[in-house]
């Protein structure tokens, strides 16, 4: 045999040498859920390990995640049910406590990368991300209250707006918004192929986001459907978006290499609640060596084709390449 693989395989040392998909702190992005007031932080019962908390909490979590390398956040809030009506009226509020603690964290850390979310349902009484009207999203009603959100967070000096609402024409919308105000160099990561995906479970138990009636297929993708993805991809890329974005990751791994091989712009990959949570209780269980997995899943999701990758195993995978490197 004159071609034998084995050879590049037959140390740790050679096994590194060769390796393809390298990943390292700057490639992840880190969910973080945000709570109004002083309230002491709590663990998310479907996600240990994933707290939802204050401000002061989350600068010293944010902080401390700095010094392992991990600067790239994404923020979502969790709104009291007193604050939701149908029309988010909370979200589009210039002094939200949302908006404010965008403000100041990118004051404390301007050196860091800060992701929003720009969506209706974590202020919508319905649970939904457009305006419902007799039981049906209204599509083109809902860009403008989106536009007002994305405002308000460029205005605090954020890094990138997150619509993750799938509502069509949403990226032009908030592009030219952004463009007419000023904003030229905030810039858009859109959630361009978000499924409408039984994996979500633990993240909406975190914001209390769960819609009330239905479901969210009639503007969230069908798992189905690759093409399509294609199609949303076109448009975003037409419309403005700085980063395209696949949602989930773990089982659409074709769609995140069918993008990237379809286009030059960052494809962001979200590793969801859902993959984080059953990697855990699997993991406590015993049944899994939980960081090994961790680790095979964040490295495929790399392998696909995702240049960044939002994952709630980014601290404990940052802390541990820490220890390794130093």
């Known amino acids: 045999m004159l071609r034998r693989p084995r050879r590049n395989r037959k140390s740790q040392v050679i096994r590194n040498l060769v390796q393809e998909t390298i990943i390292l702190p700057q490639h992840l992005i880190y969910p973080l859920f945000l709570l109004d007031g002083q309230a002491e932080a709590v663990e998310v019962a479907s996600m240990p390990g994933i707290f939802r908390m204050s401000l002061r909490d989350m600068l010293k979590e944010i902080e401390s995640c700095m010094r392992l390398g991990l600067q790239s956040f994404v923020i979502f809030p969790v709104i009291e049910d007193s604050k939701k009506d149908n029309l988010a009226s909370y ?26 979310d720009v969506a209706m349902d974590p202020y919508s009484s319905d649970g939904h991300d457009g305006i419902v009207e007799n039981g049906k999203i209204i599509n083109d009603k809902t860009l403008d209250i989106l536009v007002q959100m994305a405002l308000l967070q460029a205005e605090v000096g954020v890094d990138y707006i997150g619509p993750s609402d799938m509502m069509d024409g949403r990226v032009r919308a908030i592009r030219e918004g952004l463009d007419q105000n000023g904003f030229y160099e905030t810039g858009i990561m859109s959630y361009t192929a978000k499924y409408a995906s039984s994996f979500y479970g633990p993240f909406r138990d975190a914001l209390d986001s769960a819609p009330k009636f239905g479901d969210k297929k009639s503007y969230q993708m069908n798992p189905a459907n690759v093409q399509e993805a294609l199609i949303e991809m076109e448009l975003d890329i037409q419309e403005g978006a700085d980063i395209l974005m696949v949602k989930p990751a773990l089982s659409y791994l074709d769609v995140i290499q069918i993008l990237r091989r379809a286009c030059s712009l960052p494809i962001a990959a979200y590793n969801v609640s859902g993959e984080y949570a059953m990697v855990k209780a699997a993991g406590q269980k015993g049944w899994i060596d939980e960081k090994k997995v961790r680790n095979e899943i964040l490295l495929s999701i790399k392998r696909a084709g995702a240049d960044m990758i939002l994952t709630y195993f980014a601290k404990e995978w940052a802390t541990d390449f820490y220890h390794q490197t130093n």
């Open 91 to 116: 979200g589009i509020q210039k002094n939200n406590f949302y908006v404010q603690a965008l403000k100041q964290i990118k004051q404390e850390f301007p050196e860091s990368c800060i992701v929003t």
